[in-house]
């Protein structure tokens, strides 16, 4: 608006107001989503907290469901059990996906290069990964039978063994086939991500250091691992929550056995609540690997943060 007597232009003194419409048909159309969610994650997760804090024996149902607090928890770090379990658990994820990881990325190399037949080759890889855990470990179990299993045969074939041995009878042992058992079924998963992550780079990177004559090695140190690590850390966030997790292996190849020395804490929880009964212990049980899971998840996103940070600020340069 001007200004008539002095033709000076003046600003509106209110300014439109925006339009809330679209922003409440937004949550009108996500509203349902978001009711799901909060059903099906924030309504069990908030049960089992409050399950966690009541002493809730199925054994004996005429004590009720006294509130304890934090008598549960209290319970768990006295549990030596509890800590073996847990210890199992960080035994397994540890080795297990520092192998499929090396694995992973020597597979995803190979299946990065130009040959014949390369879609047929990634579309087996996938096999094992596509088999249901449970038949993947009956198959093992099988392969590493004292008695029937190929394992024996080849080892004795080899020299390696002068009489059969029994696999699952001593802690030593018996985690020789779940590990393997583990690794060949995930391993295909990492090397997905990771090829994923291999065809994402610049080919003119590596065309530039042959030209300067930098060895396959040099290209692998210092183009290929450092531009692949956000695919690593992918890789290692879902390796390690599902590793740590992991249930129905060890319970279909040893049952936490022998004992409980292959128990890791996943079947450690089932065993309380589906067993024992004690529905209030293994739901403080449940809530404790919920907190490490998650904690484990935001370690690793914090640093898959930063990585992407630096690498968007070297762009920038």
């Known amino acids: 608006m001007k200004n008539r007597a002095s033709g000076v232009s003046r600003p509106a003194s209110h300014a439109p107001r925006p339009d809330n419409s679209e922003a409440r048909a937004g949550w009108l159309l996500t509203a349902p989503a978001l009711a799901t969610i909060l059903f099906i994650a924030l309504f069990p997760l908030g ?151 291999l065809q994402s780079i610049d080919q003119e990177l590596y065309e530039a250091a042959s030209t300067d004559g930098a060895s396959a090695w040099w290209q692998l140190t210092r183009i290929t691992i450092p531009l692949l690590k956000p695919a690593i850390l992918v890789a290692l966030i879902f390796r390690t929550l599902d590793a740590f997790r992991v249930f129905d292996l060890i319970y279909v190849m040893t049952g936490g056995g022998p004992g409980t020395s292959t128990e890791p804490v996943a079947l450690y929880t089932f065993n309380a609540l589906l067993q024992n009964l004690e529905f209030g212990y293994g739901a403080a049980l449940s809530v404790i690997i919920f907190i490490v899971t998650f904690g484990l998840a935001m370690l690793y996103m914090r640093g898959l943060g930063v990585d992407l940070g630096d690498s968007r600020a070297g762009k920038g340069r």
Request: charged share 15%.
């Open 47 to 197: 049960w089992t907290v409050w399950e966690s804090l009541h002493e809730h024996d199925l054994r004996m149902p005429w004590l009720g469901r006294p509130f304890v607090g934090l008598g549960n928890y209290l319970t768990i770090m006295r549990d030596e059990r509890f800590w073996q379990s847990l210890g199992h658990t960080a035994l397994f994820s540890a080795i297990s996906v520092a192998v499929e990881l090396t694995l992973g990325l020597a597979l995803a190399l190979a299946m990065n290069r130009a040959f014949r037949g390369r879609g047929v080759v990634r579309a087996a890889v996938l096999v094992p990964w596509a088999i249901p855990t449970v038949v993947a470990a009956l198959l093992w179990r099988f392969i590493f039978d004292s008695q029937a299993g190929i394992a024996n045969v080849v080892l004795s074939n080899l020299g390696l063994l002068h009489q059969p041995l029994v696999w699952f009878v001593r802690a030593s042992t018996a985690w020789i086939p779940v590990i393997l058992a583990d690794v060949w079924k995930t391993t295909p998963f990492v090397a997905l991500l990771l090829l994923a992550g």
